[in-house]
């Protein structure tokens, strides 16, 4: 909280409003008080209070015009009235609406993400997610609804709750899962009526298929009766979204009444049995899965698998369980399914990987390490290279590639899954006993090794530009790290994923002692004036490099040193300077371009004209 008193400003953390404490077993608390299941608005003596402070209003000529002429007003006594009209309306209400299934009475129940509203506010029921307007308006749609009307019922509460943040630059609410978790805000949006029916003209992709072919089902994948020719998934990854517990959202709402197609299904989002997290409890759920959809489909049916995840253990994970399963990856091939622009010219991965599956042929085929390698590397290099072209040919129509630095490297691991899984036994081991052992702590396996290979085979590949081939095939594990985040930084990467993946795929030992900021969101490299004498000695990973040494130079550079006297210093400490002198020069342009400071790029083109012009024997 910020407010300025007698002229000076002053803060007070959220965390000390609320009152955060620690106990003695470690775990954390706060002073705020839980609400209780009648409970749709804070009570006078709680620490959160809220109020209406805006009305955002729309001239009624222009109501069904493109654009609307909309003006805010703050709120009049007539406003307040029936503000206070409409709390009383839902006090004397709220029971019987729970009870008749017209609003939620479902508790939420703790987990990774159901603690945030629990911890942040104190709400404990999936109503206190919703104010008395917002709790009147969508038990209205409840009461009168139509089977044709769940769609549209359940998107509004996904745009009209107290969880949906307002958007100033839209001037308009956002949904509530505009990612994947429940986020608690102070200021939110509440959409009025004429709002919600603007909603019913959302497009909903559909085919119909004729009633006699038509069957939805909820269940365990485990317990498959019918057979299908195709399946298609879109599995959990490892522990990266948590929809087992952000449904209950939803379910709270529909559980009493659910829509007619699906009074069958079990209302509850059976977290016991949801295949999530990591490890050897997310392999067996995951091939126990794959393999009943692939007994229930012929020899000649097909598995479509849609992925995206950038850890190089996932995707080890990911081959086991089709190995387990008996599924060999025949196809492999991305498709851009991020359309913000403004991602696009990040490092954030933009598209989801599309693997086609059939059942492995019978019989053995036995492979060894020194012989997948060289086919991993080649259909890696194939599928980066393939992708490359079409990123060139997209950038020359439209002026930006389609895919960034981490879809490539993506695909690069799927490249590496298509060639395993055509094999049943790697070495001396079966691959599906091999799968389904459990893994000892920090063990490597082959699998791992080869992944990582495929990822180091992709990461070759992808030059920074500004830097030719050649260049980039002669830099350290570390050197192309730098390099590379530099690089993605002038698009705007900040997440802290970017680098520890890339760090993984480089063999960097500890990419931390480049990072000048390791905050999730605002990740960055050192700059050139951050590295401290002690980050740049024989005994670091970067010291001992080519570019260590360059940042020394830079730095004397920048402290006035003679251009001169720092040639003569880096001929002297360089064994192979006149091997090494092109590369410098390659990487101070590099710098040059891609360096954030502007005194910074100065120097590198001093010191890169430099080097570039010596004349040898003077």
């Not at 029936?82 to 019987?96: F, K, M």
């Not at 485990?222 to 990266?240: F, G, N, R, V």
């Not at 691991?413 to 036994?425: D, E, G, I, N, P």
């Not at 002038?490 to 994923?497: E, S, V, Y």
Request: hydrophobic share 40%; charged share 25%; glycine share 6%.
């Amino acid at each position: 909280m910020v407010y300025t008193l007698d002229g000076k400003p002053y803060r007070t953390p959220i965390k000390t409003l609320r009152g955060d404490y620690r106990n003695a077993d470690g775990s954390t608390g706060n002073r705020l008080r839980r609400w209780e299941k009648n409970d749709f608005k804070p009570r006078p003596d709680d620490i959160f209070q809220e109020r209406l402070y805006a009305i955002h209003w729309i001239a009624k000529a222009t109501l069904n015009k493109t654009r609307q002429e909309t003006w805010f007003a703050a709120p009049t006594d007539a406003d307040w009235r029936y503000e206070r009209q409409v709390e009383t309306l839902v006090a004397e209400n709220l029971c019987r609406w729970q009870e008749e299934g017209l609003a939620p009475d479902m508790a939420i129940e703790p987990g990774d993400k159901t603690d945030e509203p629990i911890r942040t506010r104190g709400w404990t029921h999936w109503h206190h997610l919703f104010n008395a307007r917002q709790l009147l308006l969508i038990s209205r749609y409840f009461q009168h609804r139509t089977p044709e009307d769940y769609v549209f019922n359940a998107k509004s509460l996904d745009w009209n709750s107290r969880i949906a943040n307002w958007m100033n630059h839209w001037e308009k609410t956002n949904n509530v899962f505009y990612n994947q978790a429940l986020n608690t805000f102070y200021n939110y949006g509440i959409r009025c009526f004429f709002s919600h029916e603007a909603g019913r003209s959302f497009g909903f992709a559909n085919s119909p298929l004729p009633d006699a072919r038509r069957s939805i089902k909820c269940i365990d994948a485990t317990k498959l009766e019918d057979d299908a020719d195709i399946w298609i998934t879109d599995p959990p990854y490892a522990d990266a979204v948590n929809y087992h517990e952000i449904t209950e959202f939803f379910i709270a709402w529909l559980r009493k009444n659910p829509p007619k197609p699906f009074d069958d299904w079990v209302w509850d989002s059976r977290r016991a049995l949801t295949i999530n997290g990591s490890g050897d409890d997310f392999r067996r759920g995951m091939v126990a899965a794959y393999k009943a959809m692939a007994d229930h489909m012929p020899d000649n049916g097909m598995q479509c698998v849609m992925f995206t995840h950038q850890d190089t253990a996932v995707w080890g994970d990911l081959i086991g369980i089709f190995w387990a399963a008996g599924l060999q990856v025949v196809a492999a091939w991305y498709i851009a399914t991020e359309t913000n622009a403004a991602i696009k010219k990040g490092s954030f991965v933009q598209g989801t990987v599309i693997l086609m599956l059939k059942k492995r042929a019978a019989g053995e085929r036995t492979g060894f390490k020194q012989r997948l390698l060289p086919g991993v590397r080649q259909e890696v290099a194939r599928q980066i290279e393939t992708m490359m072209h079409l990123n060139d040919t997209v950038a020359a129509h439209h002026g930006e590639p389609v895919w960034g630095d981490s879809d490539l490297q993506m695909a690069g691991y799927a490249a590496a899954l298509k060639v395993l899984t055509a094999y049943t036994r790697i070495g001396d081991e079966d691959v599906t006993t091999f799968a389904l052992r459990p893994r000892a702590r920090g063990e490597v396996t082959v699998v791992d090794e080869i992944v990582q290979q495929a990822a180091e085979t992709a990461s070759s590949l992808l030059v920074p530009e500004g830097l030719t081939a050649d260049a980039w095939g002669r830099l350290t594990g570390i050197e192309r790290f730098v390099l590379r985040m530099m690089d993605m930084e002038t698009a705007g990467a900040a997440k802290l994923d970017n680098y520890q993946n890339f760090a993984k795929a480089f063999r960097v030992t500890d990419y931390s002692r480049v990072m000048g900021d390791m905050r999730p969101n605002n990740a960055r490299l050192k700059r050139v004036s951050e590295y401290a004498s002690r980050d740049l000695t024989d005994a670091t990973e970067i010291g001992v490099t080519r570019l260590g040494q360059l940042i020394i130079a830079l730095q004397q550079l920048l402290k006035d040193t003679e251009a001169q006297i720092i040639v003569e210093q880096l001929r002297a400490e360089m064994a192979d300077f006149l091997e090494a002198r092109s590369l410098l020069v390659d990487m101070l342009a590099f710098i040059e371009r891609k360096a954030p400071e502007s005194e910074v790029r100065s120097a590198a083109e001093v010191l890169g004209a430099r080097l570039k012009n010596l004349r040898f024997g003077d």
